[in-house]
C-alpha cells in the first residue's frame, strides 16, 4: 500500500510587488469587516496610504513587515522600487517615517550597525574592540552619542500599531502575520472555501480589540521575562493582569497567561515558600488545565489537606480532560495516605506486547518494525496519529467547515477558530450527533467522496502526505463502524489531547487488522498511549505493542 508522493512540482513566480497585493488584501478585507469598530486616527492612517504612490506604498509595506523600528536608509536596496530617496521623502511628508528620530538609544541606533563600522564610527571604542558586539554597545552608551554622529540618514518607521489592528482584526490572534499569505501565493497550501462576512465576525465591540492587544502585550513581556528568567520582572507582571471579562475568547487567552505566571512563581516556591500564596491565588482565577491540579499541589505543600481534598475529588467527578481525571486519581491517593487511610493499589494496564530482537538500521524503528512485518506477509503502514485523525477530518469535514459565529475570520483556516476549544462539540452538538448515529450504524459512506473532493485541501485533521486514497478504502472495510464512533467521540470530548497518542503502525492481512505501537530500546509508554490501548481493548479493537531491541551485529 503506498504512500501518497508529496506535490514537487515547482513554485509559482510571484510577482516583485506581491506583498502590496496582499497587503491590500488585509486592508479590503477588514474595511469590510470591521470598519465601524476601526477609530478615526485608522482610518486616516489607511486613507493617507491609499494616496500615495506605487513607491510610497511598496516601501511602506516593506519597513512593517521588517523588524524595526529603526532603519539605514542607505542600507535599503528593494529592486521593485523605482527610487527609495523619493519614496522616504514622500513618506516622511505623509508622517509615516521619521528622517533622524531624536529618541533611538545609542544601543538600538549601535545595533543597526556592523562592529567594524562602529569602531570606524567611533575611535573612542578601540580600547574595547575585542569585546562581544553587545558589550560594545554598553561602551557606546558611556559616550552618549548624538544621531548625526552615526553620518547618515536613519528611518524610524511610524503607525506599526495599526498594523497590529489589522492583522488582529484578519486573523483573530497576534501571532500570525503578513507571511500566511505567501504560503498561499506559492501554492503551499489550498484553504477550504467557507462563508466570511460581518455577522460571523468575532469582534464586535472596539473594546474587545484594545483589550486583546493590551494582553498581548503583556504576554509578550513574560514571555520574554521568562527567557530571561527574570524572576522581578515576572512577579510584577502578576499584579498587572487585567481582572476577569465576560467575552470567552478574551477570558481564555487571559487564563492561559495567567497559568504561565502562576505556574513560574509556583515553581520560585520551590526555594521560598513564601512565592506560593501568590501563586495559588493566581491559579485560582483561571479555570483552564492545570489550574486545578496545580492548585491541589500547592495546598498540599502548604499541609491544607483539607482545602485540598475536595477540590482532588471535584477534579476526579468532573474532569475537564482525560489528563486531569488520570491527575486527580494520583492526587487523592497521595492526599488520603497523608490522612492515615489505605488505598487500593493502582492495577498497572496489561497489553499485548511482543518482544523483537531486529538488525539496527539507519532509519526510524518504527519503518524497521514495519519491514519486520511486511516480511510475514502483511501490509504494514507508519500512520501514527494520521489515520483516525484522517478519517475523523474526513468524517466531519463538512461540520468542521460549517459556517459559526466567530468561527472563520479569514480564507487562510485550517479549522474553524472554536476546534479545540468546547464550544466546538457545543455548537454543533445536533449535527455530531446524527453524524456519530450514522457512522456507528454503517449508514454514511462518504469517505472516498470526501476524499476525492477534498483531496490537497487544507484540513488540520488531514494529513495527505500519509492518508492514502487506499489506505482510507482498507481501513473503513477493515475497523467495525461502531467501535470508529466511539473513537471519533473520544476525540470530540477533548480534540486538543485525544488528537495524538495512537499506535505508530496499522497493519492488514486479508481480512484482519492490528494496531502496533512501537517502543525502541529505552523506550516507555506515554499517557496518552495507554489511554488509547486502554480504549482499543475495551472496544475489543486488536492491539499490540512491540518492544525492540538490536541484535549484536556479530550474530
Known amino acids: 500500500m503506498k ?105 538600538q541606533l549601535g545595533a543597526l550597525f556592523t562592529k567594524p563600522e562602529l569602531l570606524e564610527l567611533f575611535p573612542a571604542l578601540s580600547p574595547v574592540k575585542q569585546a562581544k558586539k553587545n558589550d560594545l554597545l554598553t561602551a557606546l552608551h558611556a559616550f552618549h552619542p548624538d544621531i548625526s554622529d552615526f553620518g547618515e540618514p536613519i528611518l524610524e518607521v511610524c503607525h506599526t500599531e495599526f498594523l497590529s489592528v489589522l492583522l488582529l482584526c484578519f486573523f483573530g490572534n497576534s501571532h500570525q502575520d503578513l507571511s500566511e499569505f505567501v504560503l498561499a501565493d506559492l501554492g503551499l497550501y489550498r484553504f477550504e472555501s467557507y462563508r466570511i462576512d460581518r455577522f460571523q465576525r468575532l469582534f464586535t465591540q472596539r473594546e474587545q480589540i484594545d483589550q486583546w492587544l493590551a494582553l498581548s502585550q503583556l504576554a509578550d513581556e513574560y514571555q520574554d521575562a521568562a527567557q530571561r528568567k527574570d524572576r522581578e520582572q515576572i512577579l510584577a507582571l502578576s499584579t498587572q493582569l487585567p481582572a476577569r471579562v465576560d467575552w470567552p475568547p478574551l477570558e481564555r487567552k ?7 505566571l502562576a505556574r513560574d512563581i509556583e515553581r520560585l516556591g520551590v526555594t521560598n515558600p513564601d512565592h506560593l500564596p501568590l501563586a495559588l491565588s493566581l491559579f485560582q482565577q483561571s479555570e ?55 488505598t487500593t493499589p493502582r492495577r498497572k494496564p496489561v497489553f499485548d506486547e511482543v518482544q523483537l530482537t531486529l538488525p539496527q538500521q539507519a532509519q526510524r524503528v518504527e519503518l524497521v518494525v514495519a519491514e519486520h512485518y511486511a516480511r510475514r506477509g502483511w501490509t504494514a503502514c507508519y500512520t501514527e496519529n494520521a489515520l483516525i ?79 492514502s486514497r487506499e489506505l482510507v478504502e482498507h481501513s473503513v472495510a477493515a475497523f467495525p463502524p461502531d467501535a470508529l464512533a466511539q473513537l471519533f467521540q473520544r476525540i470530540l470530548f477533548d480534540p486538543k489531547s485525544n488528537r495524538s497518542g495512537f499506535p505508530d503502525l496499522i497493519l492488514f492481512k486479508e481480512d484482519r487488522y492490528c494496531w502496533v505501537e512501537v ?8 499517557s496518552n498511549q495507554i489511554r488509547w490501548l486502554t480504549m482499543f481493548q475495551t472496544l475489543k479493537i486488536p492491539a499490540q505493542v512491540a518492544y525492540v531491541s538490536w541484535a549484536d551485529a556479530t550474530d
Open 288 to 342: 483552564l488545565p492545570p489550574s486545578r491540579e496545580r492548585q491541589v499541589r500547592i495546598l498540599d505543600r502548604l499541609q491544607e489537606i483539607e482545602q485540598a481534598l475536595p477540590l482532588a475529588l471535584a477534579m476526579a467527578e468532573d474532569p475537564v480532560n482525560e489528563q486531569e481525571g488520570e491527575v486527580a486519581d494520583t492526587l487523592l491517593r497521595q492526599l488520603r495516605r497523608k490522612q492515615g487511610q489505605r
Open 389 to 467: 485523525c484522517g478519517l475523523f477530518g474526513l468524517a466531519f469535514w463538512d461540520i468542521i467547515f460549517a459556517p459559526m459565529p466567530g468561527a472563520f475570520l479569514n480564507p487562510f483556516q485550517r479549522s474553524p477558530r472554536d476546534m479545540y476549544q468546547p464550544e466546538f462539540a457545543e455548537q454543533r452538538e445536533t449535527l455530531i450527533e446524527a453524524r456519530l448515529h450514522h457512522i456507528a450504524n454503517g449508514q454514511w459512506q462518504q469517505w472516498l467522496a470526501v476524499y476525492r473532493e477534498k483531496e490537497g485541501l487544507t484540513n488540520d485533521w488531514v494529513n495527505w502526505t500519509l492518508l
Open 3 to 107: 504512500q501518497p508522493a508529496l506535490n514537487m512540482t515547482s513554485q509559482p513566480i510571484l510577482k516583485a510587488d506581491y506583498y502590496r497585493d496582499n497587503f491590500l488584501v488585509l486592508i479590503r478585507h477588514v474595511r469590510q469587516q470591521y470598519s465601524d469598530l476601526l477609530t478615526e486616527t485608522e482610518h486616516h492612517w489607511l486613507d493617507t496610504f491609499d494616496a500615495l504612490s506605487l513607491d510610497g506604498q511598496l516601501l511602506y509595506i516593506r519597513l512593517l513587515s521588517r523588524k524595526g523600528p529603526l532603519f539605514r536608509q542607505q542600507k535599503l536596496h528593494y529592486q521593485e522600487i523605482s527610487s527609495i530617496p523619493a519614496a522616504c521623502d514622500e513618506l516622511v511628508m505623509a508622517g509615516f517615517i521619521i528622517r533622524q528620530p531624536e529618541h533611538g538609544s545609542a544601543e
Open 254 to 260: 487571559r487564563q492561559r497567561l495567567i497559568n504561565q
Open 519 to 526: 517502543k525502541g530500546p529505552g523506550d516507555k509508554l506515554q
